[in-house]
């Protein structure tokens, strides 16, 4: 997964605080993709962006998630007031579409909720 | 929403044996895909089919794109330990859409 990095791999929140989790995509990569993956189940999409734009939130929550991805830094997946339920690894891909490459995947970050 | 079915769900084997896992889908995908993913990491590609009936090749896996376009098999020939994990097949409709991903198939090689 050398390429795609996230930040943190871990973080523990108390309910009703907020997480950032981040994602800087492999070099010359403008396309970001944010997946939520429960204990013993497959990744699931949450949201697509291409640089300051969010071209997909479709398996996004409508509440309390947001996600960015501006011109210069990386993408933030944002989630606030959590819940115990938000507890999940969290995992950013990138692309770059010019070259018609796969999606390649970071190694996630790991949120608890307390 | 489109779902994937992959089975088996887990898979206990012998170092040595053949596997078999396979993946059906309810509608169409134009791209099929099947990652690895071990304790602690993030999914790897382990091969990416783009044609209907096409069979690719890496290394001892081999796997297919179904000629229905709604079914994926891969197949690993003569396992070793570290082909322990969790294989996760999945689809694309197009080359800049979201990847739906099947349930996982968790391979366990006995001592």
């Known amino acids: 997964n050398a390429g795609v990095m996230q930040n943190p791999r871990h973080l523990v929140r108390r309910r009703g605080q907020e997480a950032r989790l981040r994602c800087s995509p492999m070099k010359g990569h403008s396309h970001v993709y944010w997946y939520r993956q429960l204990p013993e189940e497959g990744l699931k999409f949450m949201v697509y962006l291409q640089k300051e734009n969010i071209i997909d939130e479709s398996g996004m929550p409508k509440e309390r998630f947001s996600a960015e991805f501006p011109k210069e830094g990386p993408s933030i997946l944002r989630i606030q007031q959590v819940v115990r339920g938000d507890s999940a690894a969290y995992f950013c891909?990138?692309?770059?579409?010019?070259?018609?490459?796969?999606?390649?995947f970071g190694d996630g970050t790991r949120l608890s909720i307390l | 929403g489109q779902q994937l079915n992959q089975s088996p769900q887990s898979m206990f084997i012998q170092e040595g044996e053949d596997v078999s896992m396979n993946c059906t889908s309810s509608?169409?995908?134009?791209?099929w895909l099947w990652y690895k993913q071990e304790p602690g990491e993030g999914p790897v590609l382990l091969i990416a089919l783009y044609k209907a009936g096409e069979l690719t090749s890496n290394g001892r896996l081999t796997a297919q794109f179904g000629i229905t376009r709604k079914d994926s098999f891969l197949n690993i020939s003569a396992s070793i330990p570290s082909d322990v994990g969790i294989y996760f097949c999945a689809g694309q409709r197009g080359g800049d859409d979201k990847i739906i991903f099947g349930k996982g198939t968790r391979l366990h090689i006995l001592p």
């Open positions: 509608s169409i995908f134009n791209t």
């Open positions: 891909a990138s692309s770059d579409l010019d070259s018609n490459q796969p999606q390649h």
